[in-house]
């Protein structure tokens, strides 16, 4: 009695075979978003690019509606004046409660300091009631990046260098074929991510760090599971003495699709839950995820295991123009 | 293992996992038990700015001296060395930011999240202190406003300072100067030695007041020294003084100008929210696993759920770990590579399974799953804890909370998926019949070689 399974479902299916279409699909992305981000840029948010902070006080507890109500109020100010809301904090004591929003700079030091003056003069004139001098119990701030940068920088030493750890490590327990494919497949991933992040305008800040090293984790655990099946399967080829790249990256995808799909179902489930109930800051850090966990599963499947068939080629030709050489 | 000896421990087994599951959610209150007030093991965990909030506060910042201007220069090292300062009293998730407003004066805006005791760090924060070493006997012309000439070093020149014991065995504090300190350290304590000064002491002066006055003996070029005074610190003495060293080595003077509570940067509802995605995830996930491995999935699912525990325990145990949003990413990234490995485990439990339908479930079929299966996921689990430990090294800032995050939950998983399950089978097995099917497995069309 024979059962339905994932993988006996794509017994036939010769993934290697069609490789250039599977390339080609990721090249596009990546173009798209490239040629975007050189138009109009990255929606990068106030942790790298600087901001402001602006707050208003207000001299007693404010109800819920009310904390809400005027949160909108000052929300739409900021908006009205072409700016994007990164955060939104309360403080509250004794005396009051204070409303901070921390918003985005769009332009250069003048650009933003015209906008940070227009949204204090907006908001002192909304709460003009509340105050005979509004202008002390409101306060506009600008929020340099410096430190930012800096911060950016060493993240991004630091993701590289563990990455790099990471592939040694694969070139060692693999082969080098491998390790190379695993390189190119992460580089891959991590391009589509940035790549459909900008092109949906998803705001990046520090939470966009650490989502691009949960997929570099998470495609490296799913390349090592396929390649771990072709590692057995070139042993298995040696007895038979038969070394057909194709067939056994095939044979290895095959094997291993139930696992990928299953394994990310699981783990795109958990994250789209979040994506659907969470805040809106929450849902920018969750899509991410998925977009990478997409790709992730997509270049596990198509991309990495051709392109170790493709260098297997390559060294193949290598060799056959050795072996030429050597009979001259 | 017989059957009873099978029940018993499950049974252990399942009162303990409902017993940590309850006081991992559920405080107990000052009321209920009488003298004692525990927090939910969840409540011991430490959240980052983004899902807690915490304290604040902003300085005007000033020169040291009145004639002159704060550069940008020393904006930027003031900056530094406050999150040093954060970072060396274990609040790695403290940010510090410049802020100019609108008349163009520049301020520093600190903010620290989940403080245990905001006085604490106000207290730590709000008191920078001024400190100078000055030629011994020249105390009082140093007082003087804007009286350099005998200034030996200044705060500025001190990289750390913390508690020590002397050698009389009291309790001192030890300080530690920079290169540029070092040197001139050893320039003053080489004359005082030779003779040459002057003065034969250099008093140590913090915020205006003597604190002690060191005879010097010989030149120090090892750029540390010990502040003690006759009798000794009291510890929480030279603690503070330690501290007040340490974040008084600026080259502004930094006046508060506000601080106070303020709430988290996502929003009050956004904890909750994670929590209760998560618990909704976890449970399509185990619902998941039922249904496709049915015995072997439920094995899975108790795994998951100790799993979970257990990373709850580790996070609020270990005191350096904070919690942030990106936190939260290193723990899905972790879930999903435990029930990956037991997906794994488990599909080459089905290969065997099918290739050899005859064999014996816990004779062959089991353990050659596992064995199988080793290879990949100790590989997996290495690779990811090699890049975790990295981050954790090398990175900086929220970076580093998530790396900590990532390498518990790789440790745990790795736990998790090689031992866990295998002893949760063991313990299933003797209950009752060894169907294959009851198992989840089935046979059907190979695809190998």
């Given amino acids: 009695m024979s059962k339905f399974s994932m993988s006996s479902a794509v017994k036939n299916v010769d993934f290697v075979g069609k490789r250039n279409i599977w390339f080609l699909i990721p090249t596009v992305i990546i173009l ?36 809400n109500a005027n949160l909108e109020k000052i929300t739409n100010i900021v908006k009205d004046n072409g700016l994007t809301v990164s955060y939104t904090q309360n403080s509250s004591d004794e005396t009051g409660t204070v409303i901070l929003v921390r918003y985005t700079n769009v332009g250069d030091e003048n650009v933003m300091n015209v906008k940070n003056e227009a949204v204090k003069a ?23 990046s410096t430190a930012s940068r800096d911060l950016l920088l060493r993240s991004v030493i630091a993701i590289v260098a563990a990455a790099i750890v990471m592939l040694i490590y694969i070139g060692f327990r693999f082969d080098w074929l491998s390790g190379l494919s695993a390189v190119i497949t992460l580089i891959v991933n991590v391009l589509i991510m940035i790549a459909l992040t900008t092109i949906f305008r998803i705001q990046i800040n520090t939470s966009f760090i650490a989502a691009v090293i949960t997929i570099i984790g998470y495609s490296i655990n799913a390349t090592i599971v396929i390649f771990d099946r072709i590692r057995e399967n070139i042993k298995k080829s040696e007895q038979s003495d038969k070394f057909n790249p194709a067939e056994i990256a095939n044979v290895a995808i095959r094997e291993s699709f139930t696992r990928t799909v ?46 170790w068939v493709s260098l297997n080629g390559l060294k193949g030709k290598g060799k056959k123009k050795n072996l030429s050489k050597a009979k001259k | ?65 009145e004639n002159d201007e704060v550069t ?35 301020h520093i805006r600190v903010e620290v999240p989940d403080v245990q005791d905001p006085e604490d760090l106000l207290n730590l924060l709000g008191n920078p202190a001024e400190m100078a070493f000055v030629a011994g006997g020249h105390e009082e012309d140093y007082k003087e406003e804007g009286n350099e000439e005998y200034i030996l070093l200044t705060g500025t020149d001190v990289d750390t300072a913390f508690v020590t014991v002397d050698s009389n065995n009291l309790y001192a504090v030890a300080l530690k100067f920079n290169e540029t300190g070092k040197e ?57 003084l330690a501290m007040r060293i340490a974040s008084g080595a600026f080259n502004v003077k930094l006046k508060t100008n506000q601080s106070g509570e303020v709430s988290s940067t996502l929003g009050e509802s956004a904890l909750r929210q994670a929590l209760i995605a998560g618990a909704i995830g976890i449970g399509i996930v185990m619902i998941f696993m039922l249904v496709v491995y049915r015995k072997l999935g439920l094995i899975a699912d108790i795994a998951l759920l100790i799993y979970v525990l257990l990373y709850m325990l580790c996070m609020a145990i270990f005191p350096w770990v904070q919690l942030t949003l990106p936190g939260i990413a290193g723990i899905i990234l972790s879930m999903g590579m435990v029930v990956d490995a037991n997906i794994i485990i488990f599909e080459r439990m089905r290969d065997e399974y099918a290739g050899n339908p005859g064999k014996s479930l816990d004779g062959t079929i089991f353990p050659q799953g596992f064995r199988k299966s080793y290879a990949a996921i100790i590989d997996s689990n290495v690779t990811t804890l090699l890049g975790a430990i990295i981050l954790w090294v090398v990175g900086t800032g929220a970076i580093v909370g998530f790396a900590m995050t990532l390498v518990i939950g790789v440790v745990l998983s790795f736990v998790t998926a090689i031992f866990i399950t295998k002893a949760l089978l063991n313990l299933f097995l003797p209950l009752g019949k060894k169907n294959p099917r009851a198992y989840g497995l089935t046979t059907r069309e190979g695809v190998g070689l």
């Fill in chain 2, 184 to 240: 001139k350290f050893a320039v003053a304590t080489t004359n005082i030695a030779n003779g040459t000064a002057g003065y034969s002491t250099i008093s140590i002066i913090v915020d205006g007041e003597t604190i002690s006055t060191a005879s010097v003996s010989e030149a120090i070029t090892g750029g540390e020294a010990v502040i003690s005074t006759s009798g000794g610190f009291e510890y929480t003495q030279a603690e503070q």
């Fill in chain 1, 32 to 67: 798209a978003g490239l040629v975007l981000m050189l138009v109009i840029g990255m929606n990068v948010g106030i942790d790298f690019e600087g901001g402001a902070i602006t707050s208003v006080y207000f001299r007693e507890d404010l109800s819920t509606e009310e904390y």
């Fill in chain 2, 1 to 65: 293992m017989s059957k009873t000896k099978s029940i018993i421990i499950l049974s252990i087994l399942a009162l303990l996992i409902v017993f940590m599951s309850f006081i991992t959610v559920v405080p107990l209150n000052k009321g209920e038990l009488g003298i004692y007030d525990f927090e939910s093991i969840v409540g011991y965990i430490k959240l980052g700015f983004d899902l807690e909030g915490g304290v604040y506060v902003v300085y005007d910042v000033e020169p040291l001296d």
């Fill in chain 2, 72 to 106: 940008d220069a020393n904006l930027d090292a003031t900056v530094l060395r406050l999150q040093t300062l954060l970072q060396n009293k274990g609040y790695s998730e403290g940010t510090v930011a410049v802020q100019t407003d609108v008349s163009g004066n520049k």
């Fill in chain 1, 262 to 307: 299953y394994s990310t179902f699981t783990t795109l489930a958990t994250i789209t839950v979040l994506a659907i109930i969470a805040v809106p800051t929450i849902k920018e850090f969750a899509l991410p995820i998925i977009f990478g966990l997409v790709a992730g599963i997509y270049s596990s499947i198509c991309v990495a295991p051709a392109l």
């Fill in chain 1, 122 to 144: 907006a908001l002192i004139a909304e709460y003009q009631e509340l105050y005979d001098d509004s202008s002390d119990n409101i306060t506009m701030e600008a929020i340099g």
